[in-house]
Protein backbone atom coordinates (compact mmCIF):
# COMPACT_ATOMS: atom_id res chain seq x y z
CA UNK A 1 0.00 0.00 0.00
CA UNK A 2 1.46 3.19 -1.15
CA UNK A 3 -1.19 6.25 0.47
CA UNK A 4 -1.69 6.84 4.00
CA UNK A 5 -4.91 7.15 4.27
CA UNK A 6 -6.44 9.59 6.72
CA UNK A 7 -10.10 8.23 7.93
CA UNK A 8 -10.49 5.37 5.95
CA UNK A 9 -9.19 1.39 7.21
CA UNK A 10 -7.64 -0.66 4.87
CA UNK A 11 -9.16 -4.05 5.46
CA UNK A 12 -5.75 -6.55 6.68
CA UNK A 13 -7.51 -9.72 5.03
CA UNK A 14 -7.56 -8.75 1.78
CA UNK A 15 -4.93 -8.29 -1.01
CA UNK A 16 -4.31 -5.69 -3.44
CA UNK A 17 -5.55 -5.92 -7.20
CA UNK A 18 -2.70 -4.98 -9.82
CA UNK A 19 -2.03 -3.73 -13.07
CA UNK A 20 0.39 -4.81 -15.59
CA UNK A 21 1.98 -3.02 -18.69
CA UNK A 22 -0.09 -4.36 -21.16
CA UNK A 23 -3.72 -3.15 -19.08
CA UNK A 24 -4.61 -6.33 -17.69
CA UNK A 25 -5.35 -7.16 -14.08
CA UNK A 26 -4.24 -9.21 -11.62
CA UNK A 27 -7.21 -10.38 -9.54
CA UNK A 28 -6.42 -12.14 -6.24
CA UNK A 29 -8.56 -14.79 -4.71
CA UNK A 30 -9.71 -12.19 -1.74
CA UNK A 31 -9.51 -8.60 -3.58
CA UNK A 32 -9.93 -5.15 -1.68
CA UNK A 33 -12.83 -2.87 -2.84
CA UNK A 34 -13.79 0.24 -1.78
CA UNK A 35 -17.36 0.79 -1.70
CA UNK A 36 -19.54 4.14 -1.49
CA UNK A 37 -23.08 3.37 -0.46
CA UNK A 38 -23.92 6.88 -1.45
CA UNK A 39 -26.26 9.19 -1.14
CA UNK A 40 -30.28 9.23 0.29
CA UNK A 41 -31.31 5.96 -0.84
CA UNK A 42 -27.77 4.37 -0.85
CA UNK A 43 -28.00 3.64 2.48
CA UNK A 44 -30.68 1.25 2.01
CA UNK A 45 -29.53 -0.51 -1.67
CA UNK A 46 -25.16 -0.18 -0.64
CA UNK A 47 -25.38 -2.38 2.27
CA UNK A 48 -27.87 -4.50 0.49
CA UNK A 49 -26.12 -5.08 -2.77
CA UNK A 50 -23.26 -6.02 -0.52
CA UNK A 51 -24.63 -8.84 1.00
CA UNK A 52 -25.55 -10.48 -2.43
CA UNK A 53 -22.07 -9.85 -3.91
CA UNK A 54 -20.71 -11.37 -1.14
CA UNK A 55 -22.49 -14.50 -1.65
CA UNK A 56 -21.81 -14.38 -5.42
CA UNK A 57 -18.12 -14.26 -4.64
CA UNK A 58 -18.43 -16.90 -1.71
CA UNK A 59 -20.63 -19.39 -3.90
CA UNK A 60 -17.44 -19.34 -6.46
CA UNK A 61 -14.37 -19.98 -3.92
CA UNK A 62 -13.88 -16.15 -3.45
CA UNK A 63 -14.42 -13.26 -0.97
CA UNK A 64 -14.53 -9.50 -0.75
CA UNK A 65 -12.57 -7.48 1.47
CA UNK A 66 -14.51 -4.18 1.33
CA UNK A 67 -13.18 -0.99 2.36
CA UNK A 68 -15.74 1.53 3.32
CA UNK A 69 -14.82 4.97 1.59
CA UNK A 70 -17.03 8.36 1.67
CA UNK A 71 -18.44 10.86 -1.02
CA UNK A 72 -21.70 13.14 -0.74
CA UNK A 73 -22.97 13.15 2.45
CA UNK A 74 -21.56 10.90 4.31
CA UNK A 75 -17.90 12.77 3.29
CA UNK A 76 -19.24 15.79 4.75
CA UNK A 77 -19.95 13.93 7.66
CA UNK A 78 -16.26 12.80 8.12
CA UNK A 79 -14.32 14.86 6.20
CA UNK A 80 -16.69 18.21 6.35
CA UNK A 81 -16.11 18.26 2.32
CA UNK A 82 -17.94 16.23 -0.37
CA UNK A 83 -14.98 14.37 -2.15
CA UNK A 84 -11.87 13.96 0.05
CA UNK A 85 -8.06 12.83 -1.18
CA UNK A 86 -8.89 9.45 1.13
CA UNK A 87 -12.19 8.31 -1.31
CA UNK A 88 -10.10 9.55 -4.77
CA UNK A 89 -6.85 7.62 -3.99
CA UNK A 90 -8.30 4.26 -2.87
CA UNK A 91 -9.94 3.70 -6.16
CA UNK A 92 -6.96 4.92 -7.46
CA UNK A 93 -4.31 2.65 -5.58
CA UNK A 94 -7.21 -0.37 -5.70
CA UNK A 95 -8.36 -0.19 -9.11
CA UNK A 96 -11.90 -1.92 -8.82
CA UNK A 97 -14.82 0.29 -7.02
CA UNK A 98 -18.13 -0.09 -6.31
CA UNK A 99 -20.68 3.31 -5.57
CA UNK A 100 -24.69 3.94 -4.88
CA UNK A 101 -26.13 7.00 -6.43
CA UNK A 102 -24.42 10.72 -5.05
CA UNK A 103 -26.21 14.04 -4.45
CA UNK A 104 -24.45 16.95 -5.49
CA UNK A 105 -25.57 20.02 -3.06
CA UNK A 106 -26.08 23.51 -4.00
CA UNK A 107 -22.80 25.41 -3.46
CA UNK A 108 -20.89 21.97 -3.63
CA UNK A 109 -18.06 23.37 -5.86
CA UNK A 110 -18.55 20.65 -8.35
CA UNK A 111 -21.40 20.59 -11.20
CA UNK A 112 -21.94 16.68 -10.28
CA UNK A 113 -20.14 14.03 -7.72
CA UNK A 114 -20.83 11.83 -10.38
CA UNK A 115 -18.91 13.93 -13.17
CA UNK A 116 -15.81 14.83 -10.56
CA UNK A 117 -15.18 11.27 -10.06
CA UNK A 118 -15.42 10.56 -13.51
CA UNK A 119 -13.00 13.50 -14.20
CA UNK A 120 -10.54 13.19 -11.34
CA UNK A 121 -9.95 9.20 -12.06
CA UNK A 122 -9.76 9.33 -16.09
CA UNK A 123 -12.86 7.48 -16.53
CA UNK A 124 -13.55 7.60 -19.85
CA UNK A 125 -15.89 5.35 -20.58
CA UNK A 126 -19.24 5.24 -19.07
CA UNK A 127 -20.90 1.78 -19.95
CA UNK A 128 -24.50 0.78 -19.65
CA UNK A 129 -25.48 -2.52 -20.44
CA UNK A 130 -29.32 -2.64 -20.95
CA UNK A 131 -31.25 -6.33 -20.80
CA UNK A 132 -33.69 -7.55 -19.57
CA UNK A 133 -35.18 -9.86 -16.85
CA UNK A 134 -37.68 -12.22 -16.88
CA UNK A 135 -40.44 -10.35 -14.94
CA UNK A 136 -39.85 -6.96 -15.04
CA UNK A 137 -43.09 -5.34 -16.49
CA UNK A 138 -42.13 -3.36 -19.73
CA UNK A 139 -44.01 -1.10 -21.87
CA UNK A 140 -43.17 -2.53 -25.31
CA UNK A 141 -44.01 -5.89 -26.81
CA UNK A 142 -40.57 -8.00 -26.65
CA UNK A 143 -38.73 -6.73 -24.44
CA UNK A 144 -36.12 -9.31 -24.32
CA UNK A 145 -35.12 -8.23 -27.84
CA UNK A 146 -33.22 -5.47 -26.06
CA UNK A 147 -29.83 -6.50 -25.26
CA UNK A 148 -27.28 -3.72 -25.72
CA UNK A 149 -24.30 -2.12 -24.10
CA UNK A 150 -24.04 1.67 -24.16
CA UNK A 151 -20.48 3.18 -24.36
CA UNK A 152 -21.03 6.72 -23.52
CA UNK A 153 -17.82 9.52 -23.44
CA UNK A 154 -17.10 10.77 -19.98
CA UNK A 155 -14.93 13.27 -20.24
CA UNK A 156 -15.97 15.30 -23.56
CA UNK A 157 -18.90 17.22 -24.96
CA UNK A 158 -21.44 19.28 -22.84
CA UNK A 159 -20.33 17.59 -20.00
CA UNK A 160 -17.13 18.87 -19.72
CA UNK A 161 -18.39 22.01 -22.34
CA UNK A 162 -18.19 25.64 -21.38
CA UNK A 163 -21.15 28.15 -20.59
CA UNK A 164 -21.51 31.91 -21.12
CA UNK A 165 -24.56 33.33 -19.26
CA UNK A 166 -26.76 35.47 -20.85
CA UNK A 167 -26.25 39.32 -19.79
CA UNK A 168 -22.36 38.73 -19.08
CA UNK A 169 -19.77 40.48 -20.35
CA UNK A 170 -17.96 37.26 -20.93
CA UNK A 171 -20.74 36.22 -23.14
CA UNK A 172 -20.80 39.47 -25.12
CA UNK A 173 -17.09 39.02 -25.59
CA UNK A 174 -17.98 35.82 -27.19
CA UNK A 175 -20.65 37.06 -29.33
CA UNK A 176 -18.56 39.75 -30.87
CA UNK A 177 -15.78 37.59 -31.63
CA UNK A 178 -17.99 35.17 -33.38
CA UNK A 179 -19.72 37.44 -35.50
CA UNK A 180 -16.69 40.02 -35.90
CA UNK A 181 -13.50 37.78 -35.87
CA UNK A 182 -15.05 34.69 -37.63
CA UNK A 183 -17.67 35.75 -40.01
CA UNK A 184 -20.69 34.16 -38.65
CA UNK A 185 -22.82 37.43 -38.38
CA UNK A 186 -25.73 35.36 -38.85
CA UNK A 187 -25.50 33.08 -36.12
CA UNK A 188 -27.26 34.65 -33.28
CA UNK A 189 -29.97 36.76 -32.62
CA UNK A 190 -30.16 40.27 -30.98
CA UNK A 191 -30.95 40.43 -27.07
CA UNK A 192 -30.07 38.22 -24.34
CA UNK A 193 -28.41 34.76 -25.14
CA UNK A 194 -26.82 32.08 -24.04
CA UNK A 195 -23.59 30.36 -25.24
CA UNK A 196 -22.02 27.33 -24.94
CA UNK A 197 -19.19 25.40 -26.34
CA UNK A 198 -18.55 21.35 -26.26
CA UNK A 199 -15.06 19.95 -27.17
CA UNK A 200 -14.47 16.41 -28.92
CA UNK A 201 -11.37 15.56 -29.44
CA UNK A 202 -9.79 13.00 -31.69
CA UNK A 203 -8.20 11.48 -28.42
CA UNK A 204 -10.78 11.09 -26.29
CA UNK A 205 -13.11 9.83 -29.47
CA UNK A 206 -10.71 7.19 -30.43
CA UNK A 207 -10.00 5.32 -26.64
CA UNK A 208 -13.88 5.49 -26.12
CA UNK A 209 -14.40 3.77 -29.67
CA UNK A 210 -11.02 1.39 -29.12
CA UNK A 211 -12.67 0.36 -25.26
CA UNK A 212 -16.29 -0.37 -27.30
CA UNK A 213 -14.65 -2.58 -30.03
CA UNK A 214 -12.22 -4.23 -27.28
CA UNK A 215 -15.20 -5.26 -25.12
CA UNK A 216 -17.36 -6.62 -28.05
CA UNK A 217 -14.61 -8.74 -29.46
CA UNK A 218 -13.76 -10.05 -26.19
CA UNK A 219 -17.66 -10.63 -25.22
CA UNK A 220 -18.57 -12.16 -28.84
CA UNK A 221 -20.98 -9.29 -29.64
CA UNK A 222 -21.65 -8.63 -33.46
CA UNK A 223 -21.46 -5.15 -33.88
CA UNK A 224 -20.21 -1.70 -32.45
CA UNK A 225 -22.45 1.34 -33.51
CA UNK A 226 -21.12 5.13 -33.50
CA UNK A 227 -24.28 7.48 -32.77
CA UNK A 228 -23.62 10.84 -33.72
CA UNK A 229 -25.31 13.92 -35.19
CA UNK A 230 -22.42 14.31 -37.85
CA UNK A 231 -25.08 15.54 -40.38
CA UNK A 232 -25.51 18.82 -38.33
CA UNK A 233 -22.41 19.32 -36.28
CA UNK A 234 -19.93 17.99 -38.91
CA UNK A 235 -16.92 18.80 -36.91
CA UNK A 236 -17.47 17.61 -33.36
CA UNK A 237 -19.98 14.54 -33.93
CA UNK A 238 -19.25 14.36 -37.61
CA UNK A 239 -15.75 14.28 -36.81
CA UNK A 240 -16.20 11.41 -33.59
CA UNK A 241 -17.71 9.22 -36.43
CA UNK A 242 -14.95 9.45 -38.86
CA UNK A 243 -12.32 9.02 -36.57
CA UNK A 244 -14.30 6.19 -34.67
CA UNK A 245 -13.66 4.28 -38.29
CA UNK A 246 -10.05 5.14 -38.30
CA UNK A 247 -9.96 2.77 -35.08
CA UNK A 248 -11.72 -0.04 -37.00
CA UNK A 249 -9.74 0.13 -40.13
CA UNK A 250 -6.33 0.95 -38.76
CA UNK A 251 -5.95 -0.79 -35.37
CA UNK A 252 -7.79 -4.45 -35.84
CA UNK A 253 -7.44 -6.49 -38.85
CA UNK A 254 -9.60 -8.32 -40.44
CA UNK A 255 -11.87 -9.02 -36.95
CA UNK A 256 -13.17 -5.82 -37.71
CA UNK A 257 -14.99 -4.95 -40.95
CA UNK A 258 -17.12 -1.58 -41.66
CA UNK A 259 -20.74 -2.05 -42.63
CA UNK A 260 -19.69 -0.72 -46.06
CA UNK A 261 -17.59 -3.38 -46.78
CA UNK A 262 -19.85 -6.25 -45.28
CA UNK A 263 -22.23 -5.06 -47.96
CA UNK A 264 -19.33 -4.51 -50.82
CA UNK A 265 -17.68 -7.32 -50.60
CA UNK A 266 -19.67 -9.74 -48.49
CA UNK A 267 -23.27 -9.31 -50.02
CA UNK A 268 -24.27 -8.35 -46.12
CA UNK A 269 -23.69 -11.40 -45.07
CA UNK A 270 -21.25 -11.18 -42.00
CA UNK A 271 -18.17 -13.47 -41.71
CA UNK A 272 -17.98 -15.52 -38.82
CA UNK A 273 -15.72 -14.55 -36.16
CA UNK A 274 -15.63 -11.00 -37.13
CA UNK A 275 -17.30 -6.88 -35.94
CA UNK A 276 -18.97 -4.77 -37.78
CA UNK A 277 -18.90 -1.57 -37.35
CA UNK A 278 -21.58 1.08 -38.63
CA UNK A 279 -22.79 4.40 -37.55
CA UNK A 280 -25.93 6.10 -36.98
CA UNK A 281 -27.69 9.37 -36.97
CA UNK A 282 -28.88 9.86 -33.37
CA UNK A 283 -32.54 10.74 -33.75
CA UNK A 284 -32.61 7.80 -36.07
CA UNK A 285 -30.98 5.80 -33.78
CA UNK A 286 -33.94 6.61 -31.04
CA UNK A 287 -36.18 5.22 -33.32
CA UNK A 288 -34.40 1.87 -34.45
CA UNK A 289 -33.83 0.93 -30.37
CA UNK A 290 -37.87 0.33 -30.65
CA UNK A 291 -38.36 -0.58 -34.27
CA UNK A 292 -35.09 -2.58 -34.99
CA UNK A 293 -33.85 -3.74 -31.69
CA UNK A 294 -32.29 -6.73 -32.01
CA UNK A 295 -30.02 -5.05 -35.00
CA UNK A 296 -27.64 -3.50 -32.02
CA UNK A 297 -25.02 -5.02 -29.54
CA UNK A 298 -22.81 -2.00 -28.42
CA UNK A 299 -23.24 1.52 -28.86
CA UNK A 300 -20.33 3.81 -28.76
CA UNK A 301 -21.33 7.45 -28.36
CA UNK A 302 -20.44 10.59 -27.24
CA UNK A 303 -21.80 11.98 -23.70
CA UNK A 304 -25.29 13.94 -23.98
CA UNK A 305 -26.38 11.26 -27.01
CA UNK A 306 -25.54 8.41 -25.00
CA UNK A 307 -27.05 10.16 -21.62
CA UNK A 308 -30.48 10.31 -23.36
CA UNK A 309 -29.95 7.09 -25.60
CA UNK A 310 -29.60 4.66 -22.37
CA UNK A 311 -32.60 6.29 -20.32
CA UNK A 312 -34.56 5.39 -23.54
CA UNK A 313 -33.36 2.05 -23.92
CA UNK A 314 -33.54 1.55 -20.14
CA UNK A 315 -37.37 2.44 -20.64
CA UNK A 316 -37.74 -0.75 -22.95
CA UNK A 317 -36.53 -3.16 -20.45
CA UNK A 318 -38.40 -1.79 -17.34
CA UNK A 319 -36.98 1.21 -15.93
CA UNK A 320 -33.50 2.85 -14.46
CA UNK A 321 -34.76 1.00 -11.62
CA UNK A 322 -32.99 -1.88 -12.84
CA UNK A 323 -30.83 -0.42 -14.98
CA UNK A 324 -26.83 -1.23 -14.20
CA UNK A 325 -23.58 0.97 -15.34
CA UNK A 326 -19.61 1.32 -14.73
CA UNK A 327 -17.02 3.95 -15.59
CA UNK A 328 -13.65 2.11 -17.23
CA UNK A 329 -10.68 4.43 -17.10
CA UNK A 330 -7.10 2.56 -18.14
CA UNK A 331 -7.24 -0.43 -15.58
CA UNK A 332 -10.05 0.71 -13.94
CA UNK A 333 -13.60 0.17 -12.70
CA UNK A 334 -15.68 2.08 -10.79
CA UNK A 335 -19.32 0.80 -10.75
CA UNK A 336 -22.68 2.03 -10.18
CA UNK A 337 -26.30 2.53 -10.53
CA UNK A 338 -27.74 4.85 -13.46
CA UNK A 339 -30.49 6.03 -11.07
CA UNK A 340 -30.53 9.15 -8.43
CA UNK A 341 -30.70 9.06 -4.90
CA UNK A 342 -34.03 9.74 -3.92
CA UNK A 343 -34.02 11.25 -1.05
CA UNK A 344 -37.60 11.10 0.40
CA UNK A 345 -36.72 7.04 0.09
CA UNK A 346 -33.89 7.31 2.18
CA UNK A 347 -33.75 4.90 5.26
CA UNK A 348 -36.98 2.89 4.68
CA UNK A 349 -35.50 0.08 3.70
CA UNK A 350 -37.71 -0.22 0.23
CA UNK A 351 -35.86 1.12 -2.53
CA UNK A 352 -35.31 -1.60 -5.01
CA UNK A 353 -31.32 -2.23 -4.92
CA UNK A 354 -31.37 -4.42 -8.58
CA UNK A 355 -29.23 -1.84 -10.16
CA UNK A 356 -26.41 -1.36 -7.98
CA UNK A 357 -26.37 -5.77 -7.43
CA UNK A 358 -26.58 -5.55 -11.28
CA UNK A 359 -23.48 -2.72 -11.40
CA UNK A 360 -21.60 -5.18 -9.04
CA UNK A 361 -22.00 -7.82 -11.85
CA UNK A 362 -20.55 -5.69 -14.51
CA UNK A 363 -17.61 -4.93 -11.62
CA UNK A 364 -17.09 -8.66 -11.38
CA UNK A 365 -16.82 -9.31 -14.82
CA UNK A 366 -14.32 -6.35 -15.19
CA UNK A 367 -12.48 -8.12 -12.81
CA UNK A 368 -12.84 -11.73 -14.70
CA UNK A 369 -15.17 -12.95 -12.42
CA UNK A 370 -17.49 -13.86 -14.84
CA UNK A 371 -19.33 -17.03 -13.22
CA UNK A 372 -20.19 -15.40 -10.18
CA UNK A 373 -21.50 -12.24 -12.59
CA UNK A 374 -23.55 -14.78 -14.09
CA UNK A 375 -24.97 -16.46 -10.60
CA UNK A 376 -25.65 -12.73 -9.75
CA UNK A 377 -27.66 -12.27 -12.46
CA UNK A 378 -29.63 -15.65 -12.47
CA UNK A 379 -30.37 -15.07 -9.12
CA UNK A 380 -32.23 -11.62 -9.19
CA UNK A 381 -33.94 -12.91 -12.50
CA UNK A 382 -35.35 -15.99 -10.16
CA UNK A 383 -36.24 -13.18 -7.38
CA UNK A 384 -38.09 -10.78 -9.86
CA UNK A 385 -39.70 -14.02 -11.91
CA UNK A 386 -41.14 -15.21 -8.91
CA UNK A 387 -43.06 -12.37 -8.13
CA UNK A 388 -40.91 -11.77 -4.81
CA UNK A 389 -39.58 -8.07 -5.41
CA UNK A 390 -39.39 -4.56 -4.19
CA UNK A 391 -42.70 -1.85 -3.93
CA UNK A 392 -41.57 -0.62 -7.43
CA UNK A 393 -42.28 -3.58 -9.51
CA UNK A 394 -44.86 -5.36 -6.88
CA UNK A 395 -47.43 -2.71 -7.68
CA UNK A 396 -47.05 -3.70 -11.45
CA UNK A 397 -47.18 -7.30 -10.91
CA UNK A 398 -50.45 -9.30 -10.30
CA UNK A 399 -49.98 -11.41 -7.50
CA UNK A 400 -46.55 -10.07 -6.47
CA UNK A 401 -44.98 -10.32 -2.96
CA UNK A 402 -43.39 -6.87 -1.82
CA UNK A 403 -40.47 -7.35 0.05
CA UNK A 404 -38.28 -4.92 1.77
CA UNK A 405 -34.82 -3.93 0.22
CA UNK A 406 -32.98 -5.93 2.73
CA UNK A 407 -35.38 -8.82 2.26
CA UNK A 408 -35.15 -8.54 -1.09
CA UNK A 409 -31.53 -9.28 -1.10
CA UNK A 410 -31.67 -11.94 1.30
CA UNK A 411 -34.09 -13.46 -1.25
CA UNK A 412 -31.66 -13.37 -3.85
CA UNK A 413 -28.32 -14.74 -1.85
CA UNK A 414 -31.19 -17.33 -1.05
CA UNK A 415 -31.50 -18.28 -5.10
CA UNK A 416 -27.95 -17.98 -5.56
CA UNK A 417 -26.99 -20.77 -2.79
CA UNK A 418 -29.69 -22.71 -4.78
CA UNK A 419 -28.03 -22.33 -8.12
CA UNK A 420 -24.58 -22.75 -6.77
Given amino acids: MSHEYEK ?55 S ?8 GQSARDKYDENLPDDTVEAIKEFHVAIKGPLTTPVGAGFRSLNVA ?6 LYANVRPTYHLDGVPSPVKNPGAMDMVFFRENTEDVYAGIEWEAGTDEVQQVKEFVEGEMGFDETMHDGPIGIGLKPISEFGTKRLVRESIDYALENDRDSVTLVHKGNIMKFTEGAFRDWGYEV ?36 NMLQQLLTRTGDYDVIATMNLNGDYM ?75 SSGKVTYDLERQIEGGEKLKASEFAENVVENIHELS
Fill in 310 to 384: SDAAGAQIGGLGIAPGANFGETRCLAEPVHGSAPKHAGKDKANPTALILSGRLMFEYMGWDDAGKLIRDAVEESI
Fill in 64 to 71: VEWMRVYA
Fill in 248 to 283: AEEEYGEDVITEDTLWEEHDGEQPEGTLVVKDRIAD
Fill in 8 to 62: VEVPADGEQITANDDGTLNVPENPVIPIIHGDGIGQDVGPAAQKVLDAAAEATGR
Fill in 117 to 122: LRQKLD
